[in-house]
């Protein structure tokens, strides 16, 4: 008698220089692998007694599946209340906002109202996870303007992003915006070219 044992197939993702960042095509469906066993039965009276495996084989291998994303920079270019801007970069993500008030620290502590780099806390200042968006970087938020990644916070995980303000004119934000990364594009090496879908928005 036979008996049959599929082997999972595993996801491997690959870049594709012709196909644009942020997308996605399926470029081998793969196919799962076979294994067969041959069993010699013993019956007595109709009843199955014992087996012995007498054959196993490897009827053939499981394929890989494979997932290619894009690497591939495009520039496009959007009109804003303050002119055109040219992104590479088109990111939905969910926006807060805060002040050195409001970001945790006593007015005492000795980096009270001090950024990741540095620099004092203001408005044009962006607080970013530094594995989705690089450090420097430029933005263009609707609603915000301009402003450069120059702050980081244990709450900005993935596609969330911190807007700073001056300390007397705060406004409060918590919604889904798509933002604009603005050129010049910055070295690939710092590029994450695949995001984690994480937080999710709620439709």
Aim: proline share 8%; charged share 30%; aromatic share 10%.
């Amino acid at each position: 008698r036979g008996g049959q044992a599929r082997d999972p197939r595993s996801v491997r993702r690959e870049p594709d220089p012709e196909l644009e960042i942020d997308n996605e095509r399926v470029a081998h469906w793969g196919r799962e692998g076979a294994r067969r066993r041959r069993y010699r039965v013993h019956y007595e009276n109709g009843q199955e007694m014992y087996r012995v495996e007498v054959e196993d084989w490897v009827a053939h291998e499981p394929i890989d599946r494979i997932i290619n994303y894009g690497t591939k920079i495009v520039l496009r270019e959007l009109e804003t209340p303050n002119g055109t801007v040219t992104y590479w970069r088109k990111i939905r993500v969910l926006v807060t906002s805060y002040n050195a008030p409001t970001a945790g620290k006593p007015p005492d502590h000795p980096t009270y109202g001090i950024t990741r780099l540095g620099w004092k806390a203001r408005k044009g200042i962006i607080a970013v996870d530094p594995r989705v968006i690089p450090l420097l970087q430029n933005i263009y938020v609707p609603g915000y303007g301009v402003g450069v990644a120059g702050d980081t916070g244990s709450a900005i995980q993935w596609k969330h992003i911190d807007l700073c303000y001056d300390d007397h004119n705060l406004v409060h934000w918590y919604r889904w915006e798509d933002i604009y990364l603005l050129t010049p594009v910055p070295d690939r090496s710092t590029i994450a070219w695949t995001i984690p879908d994480l937080p999710q928005e709620r439709r």
